[in-house]
């Protein structure tokens, strides 16, 4: 059976207002998307700390699925009511019914990450048995290895760790950099991210690997340093959190900083060169991964 997908051009001062009248009225589901996706103008938010939680893109789309017994139309005219605005412009789409299940899983294929390191879904064979494979699926949480930054961590994780360090995930989405850094030899690791969905997301994914790491909001998190501090988030956050992420490395110890673009990497070494000496920087597509030893 095929859907109605409605899409509503807006503000940001009333996206949040026609998702909620439209979820009253029935709507299957509903998202509020950058209406400059894909542009030049694409503005990335995503509530990480030293950022505002109210922050909401300047224009917006408002996707909304709609029952078979819903005329568009009609829907929007009773949002635009309930939202107390005039009834905006919007279009609508035909979406046909598919396996969503089959089609989801065939765009994730496992990921090479190095020569003995592989991410793999759990519906698939693992490519190479011998390997170190963490198996990991699309969820609730940023993470899967497909993402620039999120390999050049891993890659940086497989040459460094050394067996039985103390690691620290700060950021930790999926848990993927943590369960790595235990497949690869790290003794007690933690995870630290903001959004308790990934606190769900990282455990199950813990679990599924087999692997003992324990995962914090960061008001819950414990303190003391680490052998090793690992941050895959943005330049931002990464600059706001400077002296609390170097304050969680014991003297001689290191860290990993990515989520940074090029153009960004040089500002975020001169800040974090205060406590840190760094090496060479790893790139790809445009990302960077910054990894340094803290001086005593």
Not at 129 to 135: G, V
Not at 149 to 174: A, F, H, K, M
Not at 235 to 256: E, Q
Request: net charge negative; charged share 20%; glycine share 8%.
């Amino acid at each position: 059976m095929p859907w109605t997908e409605l899409r509503i051009t807006t503000d940001s001062k009333h996206a949040e207002a026609l998702s909620d009248a439209l979820f009253d009225l029935g709507a299957l589901s509903v998202s509020i998307e950058d209406a400059a996706a894909g542009t030049a103008e694409e503005k990335p938010i995503f509530g990480e700390p030293g950022e505002p939680v109210d922050q909401m893109w300047d224009r917006s789309v408002v996707v909304a699925h709609l029952g078979d017994d819903m005329d568009p139309a009609l829907t929007v005219t009773a949002a635009a009511n309930a939202a107390g605005i005039a009834v905006p412009v919007f279009e609508t789409v035909t979406v046909e019914e598919q396996d969503w299940v089959r089609l989801t899983q065939s765009q994730f294929e496992p990921i090479p990450i190095s020569e003995r390191l592989w991410i793999t879904p759990t519906w698939h064979d693992a490519p190479d048995p011998q390997a170190i494979n963490i198996a990991l699926d699309p969820g609730l949480a940023f993470g899967t290895g497909s993402h620039p930054t999120t390999r050049l961590c891993l890659q940086w994780l497989d040459r460094n760790i050394q067996p039985g360090e103390t690691v620290l995930d700060y950021g930790c989405g999926s848990g993927i950099l943590a369960i790595a850094a235990r497949k690869v030899g790290a003794g007690a690791t933690h995870g630290v991210d903001i959004d308790p969905q990934a606190m769900i997301a990282s455990r199950q994914n813990a679990e599924q690997n087999g692997v003992e790491i324990a995962f914090f909001l960061p008001d819950a998190a414990p303190q003391g340093e680490y052998d090793v501090v690992v941050a895959n988030i943005l330049t931002n956050p990464l600059k706001a959190l400077a002296p609390m992420l170097a304050s969680r490395v014991r003297a001689g110890g290191r860290i990993a900083l990515s989520g940074i673009l090029a153009e960004q990497a040089d500002e975020v070494r001169a800040l974090y060169g205060a406590w840190f000496d760094f090496a060479p920087a790893a790139t790809e597509d445009g990302w960077v991964c910054l990894s340094g030893r803290k001086r005593a």
